[in-house]
């Protein structure tokens, strides 16, 4: 029979499983109570049935349901497994589901070999002597042969195995096979271009004596992305491991103390954890850890929840995702440059998220304009394919055209991160390369805001650290997005009243202010080439 966890009415059943057992009576106070703990424990949701579950002809619709939703299935073959009907028709269900839909089934073969399951020898010649002089032979043969079927499976056995170690090596490898599954449906839903980056990555980690490694990029770039990845692709090899997420965020809600209980209460699987002293410390040195820390910005943080982490086993991995490149050179970490996707990988993954089937050539070359517009950011594609998702070629136009003026929210705010945590005269120096100095060079930025007493040098290296800004053959570039992004800080101190503005740096605006007098003291800069051909009334 299988397990089933619930105190409810047999019809009331909870169908979002993830394994499915299905057992004899004769292991449930044993090794199967033992096992359903162990997933429970892990968070994995197991299916389990009632001890006293009434039983008719077939199986019930509620239990070939729970089968048919989990994504594994797990049978515990016993001496006295192929003694019930109902464990039969459960196994043959499973199997039907493994052949029709895919499923993982995985045999556990608990004090009996696969031989005598797949000859039919011992107590299970017993059972099959009994059903043959009760049932159909059709019937005897379609049980007979799934049992053949999954006693060629590859599972585990129990022989000359510890029960814990053994129900451990179930545990973990379920939990692997489980998030291998999440990262497949990923990769259908429109992950794109991250293969050869992967690939990169893993050389990094894969050096001899790893110092660790820092991906690093802009916001949206899909750094949180690619980490994840790896976590999911390697997780499975290290005992202990974490993935903590948001550690800007959440240590500005929560505390850094927060993180580090949670982050230590991951790597140690313990409970109730409410400090991290020298004795939880210990617990860890020497093991082989994975540890992903997402979203750094400031090096204490690091140095807060591992240190440098030189008292991890050998092998260990440590990942850090950052927008500050300085984060990543303090910790003496390997550094990763997270680019924008090339420009078809980009239309490929805008056009998934506008369409989610076949693209439609009427949209062609307004795809192409659009992800020219996101300067290749995978955020930035995701938002806006997804906004114009079902919607008319005269919706698709009229965004694109208001986009030319007020960016997208969405995108801003998660930009706006980085420009929020730069000190004021950081801010001045992005804002004055936005709207004024963008493609001029260094040394011309340099000599211009020295004299607004901006320390522009210094300045200049922490954008070029938080991404925000880079330089191709002395000159100073920054990601269109950023730009849109600088101005849209400008727009927003007075969206009706351009005196008002702290910078102004198109013409038709320059103009309007001068030809009005409506010049205020909040201006502090005017870019004006006078090359072009001013708009009169």
Known sequence: ????????????????????????????????????????????RTYRDY???????????ALSRAIEKSKISMVVFSKEYASSRWCLDELVHILRCKNERGQIVLPVFYNIDPSDIKKLTGSYAIAFAAHEECFEPNKVKEWRDALTAAADLSGFHSQDEYESELIEKIVEDVWRKLNRLPQIAMDSKGLVGIGERLEEIESL????????????????????????????????????????????????????AHLEIKLFSTLLDLRNLETVDHFVRNRLIGNKVLIVLDDIDDIDQLEKLIGDGSWFGEGSKIIITTRD????????????????????????????????????????????????????????????????????????????????????????????????????????????????????????????????????????????NKSLI?????????????????????????????GRRSRLWIPQDVYHVLDNNEGTEEIEGIYLDIRLELFTS
């Open 1 to 44: 029979m299988a397990i089933v966890a619930s105190s409810s009415s047999s019809s009331s059943v909870v169908i979002n499983n993830e394994v499915f057992i299905s057992f004899r009576g004769d292991t449930r106070k044993n090794f199967t109570s033992h096992l359903y703990s162990a997933l429970c424990r892990k968070g994995i």
């Open 51 to 61: 001890p006293n579950l009434e039983r008719g002809e077939e199986i019930s619709p």
């Open 205 to 256: 980690l894969c050096k001899p004596n790893p110092r660790g490694i820092g991906l690093w990029g802009m916001g949206g770039i899909g750094k949180t992305t690619l980490a994840r990845a790896i976590f999911n692709r390697y997780f499975y090899q290290f005992k202990s491991r974490c993935f903590l997420e948001n550690v800007r965020e959440n240590s500005q809600k929560y505390g850094l």
């Open 325 to 464: 490149k300085q984060v990543i050179l303090s910790a003496d970490k390997e550094v990763y440059e997270v680019k924008p996707l090339n420009f078809e990988k980009a239309l490929q993954l805008f056009q998934f998220n506008a369409f989610r089937t076949k693209p439609s050539t009427t949209f062609s070359e307004l795809s192409r304009e659009l992800v020219n517009y996101t300067g290749r950011n995978p955020l930035a594609l995701k938002v806006l394919g997804s906004s114009l998702h079902s919607q008319t070629v005269e919706y698709w136009v009229n965004t694109l055209n208001k986009l030319k003026l007020i960016p997208d929210p969405k995108i801003q705010k998660v930009l706006k991160i980085s420009y929020d945590g730069l000190d004021d005269k950081q801010q001045d120096i992005l804002l004055d390369i936005a709207c004024f100095l963008r493609g001029e060079t260094r040394d011309f930025i340099v000599s211009v805001l020295d004299n607004c007493d901006l320390f522009a040098s210094l300045g200049i290296e922490v954008l070029m």
């Open 470 to 498: 880079t330089i191709i053959k002395g000159k100073v570039w920054m990601h269109d997005l950023i730009q849109e992004m600088g101005w849209e800080i400008v727009r927003q101190q007075s969206i009706k009243h351009l």
